[in-house]
């Protein structure tokens, strides 16, 4: 078996063969003005006062444009939560953890489940959170990503549907991807990396009609078409619980991320992040920061 960091290695970049990071920068409006701390803000969207926790790196200059990153939390969490157990502050990014807003059985929740708050536009709110963070601070807007976790990873999926000209990649993480009845047609193909465990009971793995929830693999195999893929990726076992399929001759990669017996839970965390299992094969927040790093806009 191979040693973590060996494995570490080859996930985050033989197995996905991932491209060289285009060395252009678009710097956003914020590059030059004194930036707010870390801490919890506000802002206003779609008539509400919706809130976001943002974590800005130590080494944050704004003379130089940083990545940001969106995280989106699962029905009844909160983005402090999934700050705590996600492990994405380690990474070399300003990253923002927005809240939904309250759904049914008073959890928040974002647009596209059924369970979500009426009427809300979450991703009205992500162009207006996007266009008040890139205005105080000195963002790459060629370097903007989305992951999250179960109904927060199915809403990135929304994102790259609908705000692809905003949105570099995404990474959803145990996804719950209720389908819509709407068309997806994204403006460009987009990079997407998914990562699901096959014993997640909570959005089970092979889906579930019932709660219109599909298969998780044809979920991926639907935006390796999107993406003009070849429809035979390769598999690889990485260590004893962990099978990679890497799609190829894509406009933009598709990567799917099988973690064997894997609960509804964040790789590479603490029993926190859901029920199940999780492995410690790899850090999830690693492989989407090595993800996101090689997938910038054009």
Same mark, same amino acid.
């Given at each position: 078996?191979?040693?973590?960091?060996?494995? !570490?290695?080859?996930? @985050?970049?033989?197995?996905?063969? *991932?491209?060289?990071?285009? %060395?252009? =920068? /678009?710097?956003?409006? #914020?590059?030059?003005?004194?930036?707010?701390?870390?801490?919890?803000?506000?802002?206003?969207?779609?008539?509400?006062?919706?809130?976001?926790?943002?974590?800005?790196?130590?080494?944050?200059?704004?003379?130089?444009?940083?990545?940001?990153?969106?995280?989106?939390?699962?029905?009844?969490? !909160?983005?402090?939560? @999934?700050?705590?157990?996600?492990? *994405?502050?380690?990474?070399? %990014?300003? =990253? /923002?953890?927005?809240? #939904?807003?309250?759904?049914?059985?008073?959890?928040?929740?974002?647009?596209?489940?059924?369970?979500?708050?009426?009427?809300?536009?979450?991703?009205?709110?992500?162009?207006?959170?996007?266009?008040?963070?890139?205005?105080?601070?000195?963002?790459?807007?060629?370097?903007?990503?989305?992951?999250?976790?179960?109904?927060?990873?199915?809403?990135?999926?929304?994102?790259?549907?609908?705000?692809?000209?905003?949105?570099?990649?995404?990474?959803?993480?145990?996804?719950?991807?209720?389908?819509?009845?709407?068309?997806?047609?994204?403006?460009?193909?987009?990079?997407?990396?998914?990562?699901?465990?096959?014993?997640?009971?909570?959005?089970?793995?092979?889906?579930?009609?019932?709660?219109?929830?599909?298969?998780?693999?044809?979920?991926?195999?639907?935006?390796?078409?999107?993406?003009?893929?070849?429809?035979?990726?390769?598999?690889?076992?990485?260590?004893?619980?962990?099978?990679?399929?890497?799609?190829?001759?894509?406009?933009?990669?598709?990567?799917?991320?099988?973690?064997?017996?894997?609960?509804?839970?964040?790789?590479?965390?603490?029993?926190?992040?859901?029920?199940?299992?999780?492995?410690?094969?790899?850090?999830?927040?690693?492989?989407?920061?090595?993800?996101?790093?090689?997938?910038?806009?054009?």
């Amino acid at each position: 078996m191979k040693t973590l960091a060996a494995l !570490t290695a080859l996930v @985050t970049v033989t197995a996905f063969m *991932l491209p060289t990071a285009s %060395a252009s =920068v /678009a710097a956003s409006p #914020g590059c030059g003005k004194q930036a707010a701390p870390s801490g919890d803000y506000t802002v206003t969207s779609g008539g509400l006062t919706r809130t976001y926790r943002l974590h800005v790196p130590d080494n944050y200059k704004p003379s130089k444009a940083s990545r940001l990153i969106l995280v989106y939390h699962g029905r009844g969490k !909160t983005g402090a939560q @999934t700050e705590a157990f996600s492990g *994405l502050d380690r990474l070399d %990014a300003i =990253v /923002a953890y927005p809240n #939904g807003v309250i759904g049914d059985e008073d959890k928040q929740a974002w647009q596209g489940a059924p369970y979500s708050a009426p009427g809300v536009d979450d991703v009205e709110f992500t162009n207006d959170l996007l266009d008040q963070l890139e205005s105080a601070y000195c963002v790459d807007t060629k370097a903007v990503f989305a992951t999250g976790k179960s109904n927060g990873a199915g809403f990135t999926g929304i994102l790259a549907c609908q705000l692809a000209d905003r949105i570099a990649a995404i990474a959803p993480v145990s996804g719950a991807f209720y389908i819509q009845g709407t068309h997806c047609a994204p403006s460009r193909p987009i990079p997407v990396l998914d990562i699901h465990g096959t014993g997640d009971t909570t959005i089970p793995y092979g889906g579930d009609g019932q709660r219109d929830l599909p298969d998780v693999q044809t979920w991926v195999r639907d935006w390796s078409v999107r993406d003009h893929c070849r429809q035979d990726p390769k598999t690889e076992q990485l260590g004893d619980d962990v099978l990679t399929f890497t799609y190829k001759g894509c406009k933009a990669d598709v990567v799917h991320i099988a973690v064997t017996d894997g609960g509804h839970s964040w790789p590479g965390s603490d029993s926190t992040s859901g029920p199940g299992y999780v492995t410690q094969t790899f850090q999830a927040a690693d492989l989407i920061g090595s993800f996101f790093q090689a997938h910038k806009l054009s």
